[in-house]
């Protein structure tokens, strides 16, 4: 790969000016400041990264195993090059994966007071050993406060025969996965979200047997993609939180799901065509859908009035748009005799 070579080389050539005095090159070949991620997670420790001192590492393609390891606060994990969101790990340009089988606690750890880090462009593969126990983690973050945000990775938590619900990412604090794939077979959670944290997945594919589960906190997951081949026991685990979905399809949950639609001023509610000849709302029913294709109701969740799955209107009363006052009656094109009593439809037989 000359390119990412040529910016391996111009990072070098830059590293002694400001901003890139905080920075260090991995590079599985030798030519970088390390050849191991953990080896450079563990010098950037030592030189005291902050929120407002932060540290990056940059990851050159490669396999890199890696025993479990600490990343410091402040400091962002980016790979120069972009992983596959399928295959397996050799077709991937940036695999950091674990020596051995994992058997407890977390593969990644994120640190700090207020933890600020980013990973950009890597695959994060742990296999987890067959007498794991249900702590594993591939990612964990137990910092309160802090901002985790996660682009264009592939995280993966895999092991068929183990029976315990293993994590992905395991976090208290806030974050964002944007363009990646999470999960695998097995019984891996993709995210567990502990007290206070908010989280939101956007453009994600999340392949796990066990979903997504909220245990507290807020979870957004927005025009993203659940299952694979092999079905998914659970999508959507709210257990003690809440879980806002648009724009996802999910097949099976637990605990209150929040279907929040597209809105394009979340405010207002309002939703624009995006031009003359579209239709800017289209709800469009399964296949022999038996439910009501839409529904008003009140703030205690009273059906007001509904449409049917055969596009047939219910209400408590219509209005026919005429003068308060007004009363008569008239007939529809299919026969039907509608009665209007004060300006309101009040039956039609």
Known sequence: MPEIRRVIDEL???????????????????????TSVKAACDYVATQSPTWNSRWTIYIQPGIYAESPFTVPEGTS??????????????????TIRTTTDLVSGAFITI???????????????????????????????????????????????????????????KTLGNGQLLNCRIGQLGTAKVIAL????????????????????????????FMSKFGDTTPM???????????????????TSSGTITNVGRLYDSVRGLREAANSTSTPLI????????????????SLDAVLASIDKDGKISAAGFSSGATPGVSGSFTTVDGKTVTVTNGLITAIV
């Open 233 to 251: 026991t659970l999508d959507l685990n709210n257990v003690g939180g809440n879980i806002y979905v648009s724009e996802t399809q999910y097949s």
């Open 283 to 298: 709800l469009k029913g399964a296949t022999s859908q038996s439910a009501n294709l839409t529904e008003w109701r009140s």
């Open 12 to 34: 070098k050539e830059m590293k002694g000016t400001s901003p890139w005095t905080r920075t260090v090159i991995v590079d599985i070949g030798g030519k970088g400041d390390f």
């Open 77 to 94: 994990l980016i790979g120069l090059g972009c992983p596959s969101l399928s295959g397996n790990e050799y077709r991937d340009s940036i």
């Open 111 to 169: 640190d700090g007071s207020i933890a600020n880090s980013q990973f950009v462009n890597l695959f994060l593969y742990v296999w987890m050993s067959s007498s794991a126990t249900s702590d594993c983690q591939v990612i964990s973050c137990s910092v309160a406060n802090s901002n985790l945000n996660f682009s264009g990775c592939r995280i993966t938590a895999y092991n068929p025969s183990v029976t315990y619900n293993l994590t992905c990412i």
């Open 194 to 221: 502990e007290s206070g944290a908010t989280f939101v997945v956007q453009y994600c594919w999340i392949n796990s047997k066990y979903g997504v589960q909220c245990n507290s906190g807020n979870l957004y997951i």
